[in-house]
């Protein structure tokens, strides 16, 4: 496997319970490539991703994840592949009682770091990526739900992730927060981290030019078109 692959799918099959979802996915993601998840509600782009995260075990197949090994991924190494991928989704919302530092420093300190000065540097440093840093003390409900989004980005940045995994992240935005959104990922993208984003906003795909993988009829397509 080429040494700037981060995710390297062969001939996956994705199953939910006893249902194949999708059939002998093969799908390479290199370093810091921009990548547009699509397909219609049901065709498998969450159970895609769970694969990459390690939340649905590969049956047939292979499968390499930031190094990992997601054949042999064991229930104990888990937690060490989520910490070389960001994960940005929906429903994944901020702790609504802890200000945006603590909201921060609670992921770190639940991913090892103990040294107080590093704790306030890194949380500063994804704060300052995501243009938030005059934000730090406030609490989730006093700033807005773009805000909140670009926190929740500098929340998976914190461990520099290989990847980041972002699950309709411009879901409950409007159109111009979205584009904001889209461009903050693809500005990290630029910087080295693969992003892939699954949507249905079309606007957004066209406004930002990618490569486009579809989940349709239980298969991948590679360099998928919108019409
Ligand atoms: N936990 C589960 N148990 C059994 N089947 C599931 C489970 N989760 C999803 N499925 C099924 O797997 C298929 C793919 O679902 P998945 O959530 O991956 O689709 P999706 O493309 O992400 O849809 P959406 O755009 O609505 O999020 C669907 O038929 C769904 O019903």
Redesign the pocket.
């Given at each position: 496997m080429a040494e700037n692959i981060v995710i390297n799918l062969q001939k996956v099959d994705v199953f939910?319970?006893k249902?194949l979802?999708l059939s002998n996915v093969n799908l390479d993601i290199a370093k810091g490539e921009f990548v547009f998840l699509i397909?219609?509600?049901?065709?498998?782009?969450?159970?895609?991703?769970?694969i990459i995260y390690g939340d649905l075990h590969i049956g047939n197949g292979n499968g390499a994840v930031a190094g990992f090994d997601l054949k042999n991924l064991a229930e104990k190494d888990v937690p060490y592949l989520r910490r070389k991928l960001g994960i940005v989704f929906q429903d994944f919302q901020l702790l609504s009682d802890r200000t945006i530092e603590q909201n921060l420093e609670f992921v770190l300190k639940a991913t090892g770091w103990d040294d107080k000065n590093l704790i306030n540097e890194r949380i500063k440093d994804v704060l300052e990526k995501v243009g938030l840093r005059s934000k730090i003390k406030k609490m989730p409900h006093e700033i807005s739900g773009g805000e909140q989004q670009r926190v929740v980005i500098a929340r998976a940045l914190l461990n520099n992730p290989e990847i980041i995994l972002a699950?309709?992240p411009t879901g409950n935005l409007d159109p111009e927060t979205s584009e904001e959104i889209v461009l903050l990922l693809k500005q990290i993208s630029q910087s080295g981290t693969a992003v892939l984003m699954?949507t249905?906003d079309y606007h957004i795909i066209r406004t930002f030019p990618s490569r486009i993988i579809k989940?349709e009829g239980g298969v991948v397509h590679e360099d998928a078109q919108i019409t």
């Amino acid at each position: 496997m080429a040494e700037n692959i981060v995710i390297n799918l062969q001939k996956v099959d994705v199953f939910q319970q006893k249902h194949l979802v999708l059939s002998n996915v093969n799908l390479d993601i290199a370093k810091g490539e921009f990548v547009f998840l699509i397909g219609q509600t049901g065709s498998g782009k969450s159970s895609l991703l769970k694969i990459i995260y390690g939340d649905l075990h590969i049956g047939n197949g292979n499968g390499a994840v930031a190094g990992f090994d997601l054949k042999n991924l064991a229930e104990k190494d888990v937690p060490y592949l989520r910490r070389k991928l960001g994960i940005v989704f929906q429903d994944f919302q901020l702790l609504s009682d802890r200000t945006i530092e603590q909201n921060l420093e609670f992921v770190l300190k639940a991913t090892g770091w103990d040294d107080k000065n590093l704790i306030n540097e890194r949380i500063k440093d994804v704060l300052e990526k995501v243009g938030l840093r005059s934000k730090i003390k406030k609490m989730p409900h006093e700033i807005s739900g773009g805000e909140q989004q670009r926190v929740v980005i500098a929340r998976a940045l914190l461990n520099n992730p290989e990847i980041i995994l972002a699950d309709e992240p411009t879901g409950n935005l409007d159109p111009e927060t979205s584009e904001e959104i889209v461009l903050l990922l693809k500005q990290i993208s630029q910087s080295g981290t693969a992003v892939l984003m699954a949507t249905h906003d079309y606007h957004i795909i066209r406004t930002f030019p990618s490569r486009i993988i579809k989940c349709e009829g239980g298969v991948v397509h590679e360099d998928a078109q919108i019409t």
